[in-house]
């Protein structure tokens, strides 16, 4: 059984590919280093440089490879960055995903695993979101992301009444920290922990912005996932589909309880053994005092599981983080 993960050389994806070999499973890889780093994809993996923007690439490296099925983690991946540069956003969230389907379809390959986002849900209003919280994603990221879904959604459709449908889930999480692996860290500029652990890299304190939340410290609460638990999920949702199992459309990868940002900076504190001591700052506009994703029907599917402590996420994380 051999796998096609998109964006495999990419944070997420290198750990899918890793969770995929460990679980026996062949995975191949196509990126366009984009964003990518290439040494994150191991030397015997097979590795297309190719964008999924070109149909015809795609549509040879399923074919070329028998490919079973795909999990798709390749796109633009910034929800900031997205409300600057909406139409490159679009471009590789929607237009990407679109392709794929299309290569897929000409390829005969029926299984799908779609890394999603939980923000689709925007502000909500809610503290824990289901699946069933309405969608209301507040960027072209989560907009880009819920389109995505519904592509899917209508692929399914339409391949079931050609007599060769489709088997996909979305899942949908918010932020990915940590690390499984020395050698793949998370590269991004705009992510919370590599801009922490740069800024007290560079002598600076961390900060926290708001201190007067109704929450049990005060500072805001979110859900921060390990990579390799989110890894190990998209692993299972392969194997399920490929065994011909039916599952739910979308799935949240999510604690239910979550971890403030008070804790997260104490812990970035003790793994980094910086003298500086955290400024607290005021409230950013528009941050909601809690919001956390329900994991339950993952749990009961996927077998997911939250299996890292707030500071050994932490701790994997500076493990792996350029020092240099």
């Known amino acids: 059984m051999t796998w096609l993960v998109t964006g495999g050389a990419g944070y997420i994806g290198a750990h899918v590919v890793r969770a995929l070999r460990e679980a026996g499973i062949a995975p191949i890889v196509i990126d366009d280093l984009f964003s990518g780093v290439e040494s994150f994809v191991p030397e015997d993996v097979p590795f297309i440089k190719a964008s999924i923007l070109d149909t015809d690439a795609v549509e040879a490296a399923l074919r070329e490879h028998d490919v079973t099925g795909v999990i798709h983690c390749a796109g633009y991946k910034y929800a900031g960055e997205s409300v600057k540069f909406p139409l490159l956003n679009y471009s590789i969230n929607v237009e990407g995903t679109r392709s794929l389907l299309e290569a897929m379809e000409r390829a005969g390959v029926t299984r799908l695993v779609f890394s999603s986002s939980a923000g689709v849900y925007g502000n909500s209003g809610v503290d824990v979101v289901t699946e069933t919280t309405p969608t209301t994603p507040e960027s072209p990221y989560g907009e880009s992301k819920l389109i995505g879904e519904w592509l899917i959604r209508d692929q399914i459709v339409a391949?079931?009444?050609?007599?060769?449908?489709?088997?996909?889930?979305?899942?949908?999480?918010?932020?990915?920290?940590?690390?499984?692996?020395?050698?793949?860290w998370d590269a991004s500029p705009h992510n919370l922990f590599p801009k922490v652990l740069f800024a007290i890299q560079a002598g600076k304190a961390p900060q926290v912005n708001g201190t007067d939340y109704p929450t049990p410290d005060g500072t805001c609460v979110r859900d921060y996932v390990h990579v390799s638990d989110l890894a190990a999920a998209h692993v299972v949702a392969a194997q399920r589909l490929a065994a011909g199992d039916t599952l739910e459309p979308v799935y949240n990868l999510g604690s239910g309880a979550g971890t403030s940002v008070r804790e997260i900076v104490d812990a970035m504190v003790a793994a980094t053994g910086t003298d500086k001591t955290p400024v607290e700052g005021p409230r950013r506009a528009g941050d909601p005092a809690k919001i956390v994703a329900d994991g339950t029907l993952a749990t009961r599917d996927l077998d997911w599981r939250m299996r890292y402590t707030v500071q050994e996420m932490v701790d994997s994380a500076w493990a792996s983080h350029p020092k240099a």
């Open 159 to 184: 391949t079931t009444m050609a007599g060769a449908p489709l088997a996909a889930t979305s899942l949908r999480y918010f932020n990915v920290v940590g690390s499984g692996h020395a050698d793949v």
